[in-house]
Nanobody
Framework: QVQLVESGGGLVQPGGSLRLSCAAS????????MGWYRQAPGQQRELVAT???????NYADSVKGRFTISRDNAKNTVYLQMNSLKPEDTAVYYC??????????WGQGTQVTVSS
């Protein structure tokens, strides 16, 4: 059974940094595309960053140059390093896993709040 568990969220001041982690259970992690999405109150869930099997990455324009997605296949974990955080980055951040069969799995989310 596939499970995704996010961690690392919290309260940070503008300009600060956080590192999110998403630990995946189940087999096949190394051949799955992984991604981070976020959802602010009253808004739709939006893509933040994705990373493919071959470590190709894609970022939303709003986070380019500030956020970095990476993966450690030995640990079945994907990370999101977030620097120069802004109040508009405040949201619940979700981890997404897409299997080689196209099955989609979501984590439970972790809250990130950027405020002084």
């Amino acid at each position: 059974q596939v499970q995704l568990v996010e961690s690392g969220g919290g309260l940070v001041q503008p300009g600060g940094s956080l590192r999110l982690s998403c630990a995946a259970s189940g087999s096949g992690f190394s051949v799955n595309t992984m991604g981070w999405y976020r959802q602010a109150p009253g808004q739709q869930r939006e893509l933040v960053a994705t990373i493919t099997v071959g470590n190709s990455t894609n970022y939303a324009d709003s986070v380019k140059g500030r956020f970095t997605i990476s993966r450690d296949n030995a640990k079945n974990t994907v990370y999101l390093q977030m620097n120069s955080l802004k109040p508009e980055d405040t949201a619940v951040y979700y981890c997404k896993r897409v299997s080689h069969l196209g099955l989609v799995y979501w984590g439970q989310g972790t809250q990130v709040t950027v405020s002084s």
